[in-house]
């Protein structure tokens, strides 16, 4: 059961301490080696904050010695009540740089905070001091993580960053919800229209279109989370794509499918027939934007898929 920070001594503040910079050193280290590859300037600036994190704990060691000796109890944040809870850097891979700085930022000012309180607790004017001092270093680390970026993201670097981190938002986000846009606004035009024209019915069309964006996106979502574990190809979390690849899916079919909520079926498939047209071009806005395909391209080769199986749709549904 956690403790009441107001509850403990000054022998377990000091322990406590101690295995809080150890823990933030560490979790600098980790930043520090996720974002290498990607993003190795900022790497740096956490190599940098890891050898702070690392001397403010071995002041807090000889502090420690000096008053009680060799042993130093094991107390951790999750011992105390009122610290907040860090995942470890392993659970939220791969890491994203802006989460990274704010992260490191939240734990600075925590850290601070412990300090302070701390300071006013003890008794000892020399531990008063230190604890005192550190609460200024971690005050000041906002001002060393500016420096350092002065220092190291240079504007070139920078560039490279936004460049590595654009790279990864295409692999992990953009690439399997345009697979899922593309799949669901096109493949669910067929039986949409084949429904609608068929039955001229638009609530016949209507659930016919949405057990198809339904289900093509539950069918989507599982194929590109069982594609891969991204641990090679850098494209993150299979769940998180699942996800985003099967929604987008479900949305391209449902868009076109709505208007078919109108009872008059003229006029719903007049709407749902501009609604494809935008869906069509939104595509090939998409795969321009982000993946570097010229828009007349992208739009001949969206367009006339998409007016193949709005045909066939239709034909069947006529026949």
């Given at each position: 059961?956690?403790?009441?920070?107001?509850?403990l001594?000054?022998?377990?503040?000091?322990?406590?301490a101690?295995?809080?910079?150890?823990?933030?050193?560490?979790?600098?280290?980790?930043?520090?080696?996720g974002?290498?590859?990607?993003?190795?300037?900022?790497?740096?600036?956490?190599k940098?904050?890891e050898?702070?994190?690392?001397e403010?704990?071995?002041?807090?060691?000889?502090?420690?010695?000096?008053?009680?000796?060799?042993?130093?109890?094991?107390?951790?944040?999750?011992?105390?009540?009122?610290f907040?809870?860090?995942?470890p850097?392993?659970?939220?891979?791969?890491?994203?740089i802006?989460?990274?700085?704010?992260?490191?930022?939240?734990?600075?000012?925590e850290?601070?905070r412990?300090?302070?309180?701390?300071?006013?607790?003890?008794?000892?004017?020399?531990?008063r001091?230190?604890?005192?001092?550190?609460?200024?270093?971690?005050?000041?680390?906002?001002?060393l993580?500016d420096?350092?970026?002065?220092?190291?993201?240079t504007?070139?670097?920078?560039?490279?960053?936004?460049?590595?981190?654009?790279?990864?938002?295409?692999?992990?986000i953009?690439?399997?919800?345009?697979?899922?846009?593309m799949?669901?606004?096109?493949?669910?035009?067929?039986?949409?229209?084949?429904?609608?024209?068929?039955?001229?019915?638009?609530?016949?069309?209507?659930?016919?279109?949405?057990?198809?964006?339904?289900?093509?996106?539950?069918?989507?979502?599982?194929?590109?989370?069982?594609?891969?574990?991204?641990?090679?190809?850098?494209?993150?979390?299979?769940?998180?794509?699942?996800?985003?690849?099967?929604?987008?899916t479900?949305?391209?079919?449902?868009?076109?499918?709505?208007?078919?909520?109108?009872?008059?079926?003229?006029?719903?498939?007049?709407?749902?027939?501009?609604?494809?047209?935008?869906?069509?071009?939104?595509?090939?806005?998409?795969?321009?934007?982000?993946?570097?395909?010229?828009?007349?391209?992208?739009?001949?080769?969206?367009?006339?898929?998409?007016?193949?199986v709005?045909?066939?749709g239709?034909?069947?549904g006529?026949?």
């Amino acid at each position: 059961m956690a403790k009441n920070f107001k509850d403990l001594s000054e022998q377990e503040i000091l322990a406590l301490a101690i295995s809080s910079e150890e823990t933030d050193a560490r979790i600098y280290a980790d930043f520090a080696a996720g974002l290498k590859a990607d993003y190795p300037a900022t790497a740096q600036i956490f190599k940098e904050m890891e050898a702070e994190e690392d001397e403010h704990r071995r002041k807090l060691i000889e502090d420690y010695r000096r008053r009680f000796g060799e042993h130093i109890p094991l107390i951790r944040r999750e011992d105390v009540k009122g610290f907040v809870h860090r995942k470890p850097v392993w659970m939220i891979r791969p890491l994203g740089i802006k989460t990274v700085r704010n992260q490191a930022e939240v734990m600075e000012t925590e850290t601070r905070r412990f300090y302070e309180r701390a300071a006013g607790k003890v008794g000892d004017v020399s531990t008063r001091k230190l604890l005192g001092d550190l609460a200024e270093a971690e005050r000041k680390h906002v001002t060393l993580a500016d420096n350092l970026e002065k220092e190291y993201l240079t504007p070139e670097v920078k560039a490279q960053e936004e460049k590595a981190h654009r790279r990864l938002f295409v692999l992990q986000i953009v690439q399997p919800g345009l697979a899922g846009l593309m799949d669901g606004s096109v493949s669910t035009l067929a039986p949409v229209f084949a429904a609608a024209f068929a039955t001229h019915n638009s609530h016949a069309a209507f659930l016919v279109g949405l057990a198809a964006s339904v289900g093509a996106g539950i069918s989507m979502g599982f194929a590109e989370a069982a594609s891969d574990d991204g641990s090679l190809t850098g494209r993150g979390k299979p769940l998180l794509r699942g996800f985003v690849c099967g929604l987008m899916t479900t949305a391209g079919g449902i868009g076109h499918t709505l208007p078919y909520l109108i009872p008059s079926f003229r006029t719903a498939t007049a709407i749902a027939v501009v609604i494809v047209a935008i869906e069509l071009l939104a595509i090939s806005w998409i795969r321009n934007r982000y993946m570097d395909t010229p828009f007349l391209r992208a739009a001949f080769q969206v367009i006339v898929g998409g007016v193949l199986v709005f045909l066939v749709g239709i034909w069947i549904g006529s026949s």
